[in-house]
């Protein structure tokens, strides 16, 4: 089973906004996060276009766990306030975006 900690954002049927998130964070800007002093990177988002919404995911690298993305890189060990640092900067994240239904982090 994985665990993963990440941005998902709904673009209800707004393929336009979401392809706009995706090229906004095809460049990431920053490339990185930061939780305490380690620095963490993202991996590049996932767009899915299946079902009944369209769907980005932001994951960063290396905090869930067993996520395949991560393939055999060792986990962060992030505390809670770590972790909460992490998805306030995803969440900042989020407030580039334009068009979305509804997002969440964790």
Known sequence: MAICFELVVNFGDNIDAARSALLTRAVPKPTTLTAGDRRIPLHTPLLRTEGPYIELSVVPVAVGHGVALDGALPRFPL????????????????????????????
């Open 79 to 106: 505390t809670a306030t770590e972790f909460t640092e992490l998805g306030n900067q995803l969440y900042q994240l989020l407030a580039t975006f334009d068009g979305y239904i509804a997002a969440r982090v964790g």
